[in-house]
């Protein structure tokens, strides 16, 4: 059974600091890719961050300097470390994982969701 679990959401101040996590298990094929995306009221969701199984990163602009994502191969773990959060990165945060077979197709996985509240 396939699983991505994310934990570490919650509320904090501007300027404030969180760890997200998230465990991906039960996939037939070696996980290439693991990444956030996030989803605000009335938004469509976007990518934060993704890292490849080789340790390349992607991020984007807007939390560029900001936010560092990093991975344990061995656990099928991704971590999102964010720093000097702002109310506009209040957001329903997914993780992503991507699973490429043999052949090259890949196939994508997504957590429930935790939600990021930053707030005074």
């Known amino acids: 059974q396939v699983q991505v679990v994310e934990s570490g959401g919650g509320l904090v101040q501007p300027g404030g600091s969180l760890r997200l996590s998230c465990a991906a298990s039960?996939?037939?094929?070696?996980?290439?890719?693991m990444g956030w995306y996030r989803q605000a009221p009335g938004a469509q969701r976007e990518l934060v961050a993704v890292?490849?199984?080789?340790?390349?990163?992607n991020y984007a602009d807007s939390v560029k300097g900001r936010f560092t994502i990093s991975r344990d191969n061995a656990k099928n773990t991704v971590y999102l470390q964010m720093n000097s959060l702002k109310p506009e990165d209040t957001a329903v945060y997914y993780c992503?994982?991507?699973?490429?077979?043999?052949?090259?197709?890949?196939?994508?996985?997504w957590g429930q969701g935790t939600q990021v509240t930053v707030s005074s």
């Open positions: 992503n994982a991507v699973a490429r077979s043999a052949g090259g197709y890949d196939y994508a996985y």
């Open positions: 890292i490849t199984s080789g340790g390349i990163t």
């Open positions: 039960g996939m037939s094929f070696q996980i290439y890719a």
